[in-house]
């Protein structure tokens, strides 16, 4: 269950050490990215930083890409939610 991962306001409060915990929680996060929107760098730390409560929207960013959540240009300029 993803709820032990999230504080009393929907936060991320914790990073799992297990995979399928970690897919559950980025899917989570994923829900608060809209689809067909571009998003700037910025924007989407900003979005993560929002949803999360122990200081690593870098740890998250990479692992929404890595697990195919968002997509971004070669250079990092525009992301986008994958459905």
Do not use: C
């Amino acid at each position: 269950m993803i709820d032990v991962f999230l504080d009393e306001t929907g936060k991320i409060k914790a990073w799992p050490s297990k995979s399928i915990k970690k897919m559950e929680v980025l899917k989570y996060l994923a829900t608060k990215f809209e689809i067909d929107k571009m998003y700037s760098e910025k924007e989407v730390n900003e979005i993560i930083t929002n949803n999360h409560t122990f200081n690593d929207y870098f740890l998250l960013r990479r692992e929404l890409i890595d697990h195919k959540l968002l997509n971004r240009t070669p250079n990092g300029a525009q992301y986008w939610k994958i459905l």
